[in-house]
């Protein structure tokens, strides 16, 4: 079996020939190594591996991974779960990114939360683009009240958006892949700096980057499959019920 540093050299070498497919700058992709259910022995191995960019789906998980691995320069936690609001001090006090802002009234209470903490935190509205009723996230008529109410939150910054495309099916993903981006662009005015588009996973991160994707979330291509004890599928996220926010 593949070590976890033997699969996250395939992966990035996934990403990099997606990029030159393109005519896209080697590294113009983040890969976002998604560590959810896995132990901390295979994130310290990617990251001796250089990663340093790792997402997480659940609040207490997070928590306990960050302060297990503070002592390491430069990791950068990527929250990508559905985050209730009686979780956002977790988030607040460790995550860099937040993946999935679908309300205002989370959007408030992570402001809150930051200031004892003094940080800032960096942002993504997930966009629920396929309209599929099992996908969190807002409908693209409800994105731009929700953009235009964080303007006079002082420590959320606006980046970009995010979404989750149906399974198994590249043709409907790169569908929802360039009506992401072209959301994103509609609404720049709204984002601070070039707008981060976070979509793709581990088998659809090709189609992902060839319509834009800054962000790909990949999962089991690096740390291999997970079970979850109880659930009805291994393929199905307990507590993201709306469809898994990594692969």
Known sequence: MASVTERLEAVRARVYAA???VGRPSGSVTLVAVSKTKPLAAIEEAYAAGQRDF???YAQELDRKAQALAHLPGIRWHFIGNLQRNKAKIVAAHAHV???LDSLELARELDKRLAPFDRDLEILVEVNVSG???KHGVSPAELSPLLGGLAG????TARGLMTVPPVDDDARAAACFRALAALAGAHRAHLRGEPLL??????DLEVAVREGATHVRVGTAIFGARSYPGAPSPHRDPETSGGSSDS
């Open 98 to 100: 937040l993946h999935t």
């Open 55 to 57: 997402g997480e789906n």
């Open 132 to 134: 599929e009723m099992q």
């Open 198 to 203: 976070s979509m793709g996973m581990s088998d």
């Open 153 to 156: 939150l002082r420590r959320l």
């Open 19 to 21: 990029e030159i497919a």
